[in-house]
């Protein structure tokens, strides 16, 4: 049997497996022998926990971090909000692994869609929230912060048909599905948060995008970029504020920057990135990791403590997988995590999508809300 032909036998049969993107295609994780619900009492008994060093390609945990739990874990508390009750994190132990190339190829002509969506924060909404922070950055309370917007509908789908042409349309370097029992998830993440490969750490944070157009290629890109203040502010501040998160936990000195301002291209637009790296201190534990790297900052703005209290306070919606991350951990200590956005959440037969932009002393309210939707449109575009 093909691996193509095994991916539809295990899709058809109902089981559940998770898709993550490879540098040569994708890895399929199935036959979970565990499935462990994260909450605030066992999630420290779970990154703490020692395996084994056995070799093998299942030797590992994947899965989530939702945004509220990694909030908890660093003594950040959220005020009650509206909820849909998704667990705050998920990790599986599979016993098979399967490499697939990148073209999926798989369809269902049957699949129900639906592509009316309801946003939960308007323009206006935007706009008011948006002259709030402002005046919260011209006081000093923190220097970037993200707005973040839902996209909503009811749906039932078909998360592999989904997932495999999100695949052919908009191919992101941290891709992934998950397909349970009672929700799913289909991301075309497009950044990476942190790999780490003995006492080797990278991170590469995204600040700074722009929508495509017939006569915007990447080198004209890279020159808008350079030329906007807000943008080149922006990304400044975010690789700043990611090189003292790996400060936190790296050798003195070891912190550099590999690859600064370069652009990436995907479907709707194009990304200002850097790439960071630095060697890690022999104490440092996994846990000691995750509190410094999460939730990536790139996506909650700085400094990130009082930021992630400003937005708290203000939003009303869990955040659920929204600016969580997606990962895993193997048994030898390596890990590889993303942030998850550009994600669609399917649960109880609604459909989330959450974005959101930046907002610095030189942004404008409605560039920033036309650029939510930006982000958004490749996964909307799914369900016409």
Same mark, same amino acid.
């Given at each position: 049997?093909?691996?193509?032909?095994?991916?539809?036998?295990?899709? *058809?049969? !109902?089981?559940?497996?998770?898709?993550?993107?490879?540098?040569? %295609?994708?890895?399929?994780?199935?036959?979970?022998?565990?499935?462990?619900?994260?909450?605030?009492?066992?999630?420290?008994?779970?990154?703490?926990?020692?395996?084994?060093?056995?070799?093998?390609?299942?030797?590992?945990?994947? !899965?989530?971090?939702?945004?509220?739990?990694?909030?908890?874990?660093?003594?950040?508390?959220?005020?009650?909000?509206?909820?849909?009750?998704?667990?705050? %994190?998920?990790?599986?132990?599979?016993?098979?692994?399967?490499?697939?190339?990148?073209?999926?190829?798989?369809? *269902?002509?049957?699949?129900?869609? +639906?592509?009316?969506?309801?946003?939960?924060?308007?323009?206006?909404?935007?706009?008011?929230?948006?002259?709030?922070?402002?005046?919260?950055?011209? $006081?000093?309370?923190?220097?970037?912060?993200?707005?973040?917007?839902?996209?909503?509908?009811?749906?039932?789908?078909?998360?592999?048909?989904?997932?495999?042409?999100?695949?052919?349309?908009?191919?992101?370097?941290?891709?992934?599905?998950?397909?349970?029992?009672?929700?799913?998830?289909?991301?075309?993440?497009?950044?990476?948060?942190?790999?780490? @490969?003995?006492?080797?750490?990278?991170?590469?944070? &995204?600040?700074?995008?722009?929508?495509?157009?017939?006569?915007? +290629?990447?080198?004209?890109?890279?020159?808008?970029?350079?030329?906007?203040?807000?943008?080149?502010?922006?990304?400044?501040?975010?690789?700043?504020?990611?090189?003292?998160?790996?400060?936190?936990?790296?050798?003195? %000195?070891?912190?550099?920057?590999?690859?600064?301002?370069?652009?990436?291209?995907?479907?709707?637009?194009?990304?200002?990135?850097?790439? &960071?790296?630095?060697?890690?201190?022999?104490?440092?534990? +996994?846990?000691?990791?995750?509190?410094?790297?999460?939730?990536? !900052?790139?996506?909650?703005?700085?400094?990130?403590?009082?930021?992630?209290?400003?937005?708290?306070?203000?939003? @009303?919606?869990?955040?659920?997988?929204?600016?969580?991350?997606?990962?895993?951990? @193997?048994?030898?200590?390596?890990?590889?995590?993303?942030?998850?956005?550009?994600?669609?959440? +399917?649960?109880?037969?609604?459909?989330?999508?959450?974005?959101? $932009?930046?907002?610095?002393?030189?942004?404008?309210?409605?560039?920033?809300?036309?650029?939510?939707?930006? @982000?958004?449109?490749?996964?909307?575009?799914?369900?016409?």
């Amino acid at each position: 049997m093909s691996k193509k032909d095994q991916l539809s036998d295990i899709h *058809n049969l !109902g089981k559940s497996y998770i898709i993550y993107k490879s540098k040569k %295609g994708f890895d399929l994780y199935t036959n979970f022998s565990k499935k462990i619900i994260l909450n605030n009492n066992n999630i420290d008994s779970f990154l703490k926990k020692k395996h084994k060093r056995i070799s093998g390609n299942t030797n590992l945990y994947i !899965g989530f971090f939702g945004y509220e739990i990694l909030n908890n874990l660093i003594g950040v508390k959220i005020p009650k909000q509206k909820s849909i009750k998704f667990p705050k %994190g998920i990790f599986y132990k599979p016993e098979k692994k399967i490499s697939l190339s990148n073209n999926l190829n798989y369809e *269902n002509k049957d699949e129900h869609k +639906n592509s009316t969506f309801k946003i939960n924060i308007n323009k206006n909404s935007y706009t008011k929230i948006f002259k709030k922070f402002k005046k919260k950055i011209k $006081s000093g309370e923190t220097y970037q912060i993200k707005i973040c917007t839902k996209y909503k509908t009811k749906s039932k789908i078909d998360p592999l048909s989904f997932f495999s042409k999100l695949s052919k349309t908009n191919l992101a370097p941290e891709a992934f599905m998950i397909r349970d029992k009672n929700y799913s998830i289909i991301s075309c993440s497009p950044e990476n948060l942190l790999i780490k @490969k003995g006492l080797n750490i990278f991170t590469k944070p &995204i600040a700074g995008t722009v929508k495509k157009t017939k006569s915007l +290629n990447k080198i004209k890109a890279l020159k808008y970029f350079r030329k906007n203040i807000k943008e080149t502010k922006e990304h400044n501040m975010i690789v700043d504020m990611e090189r003292n998160d790996l400060s936190r936990i790296c050798k003195p %000195g070891s912190v550099k920057l590999s690859k600064q301002k370069t652009v990436e291209e995907y479907k709707d637009l194009f990304h200002y990135v850097s790439l &960071i790296k630095g060697k890690l201190k022999k104490n440092v534990k +996994n846990i000691d990791i995750i509190k410094a790297m999460m939730p990536g !900052g790139s996506v909650i703005g700085c400094p990130k403590i009082s930021t992630l209290n400003l937005l708290n306070k203000q939003e @009303k919606e869990n955040r659920n997988i929204y600016t969580g991350s997606f990962g895993y951990i @193997k048994f030898n200590g390596d890990m590889r995590f993303n942030i998850i956005i550009r994600s669609i959440l +399917n649960f109880k037969n609604i459909s989330e999508i959450s974005v959101a $932009s930046g907002v610095v002393v030189d942004s404008n309210a409605q560039h920033e809300f036309n650029e939510n939707y930006i @982000k958004a449109k490749a996964l909307i575009d799914l369900f016409k």
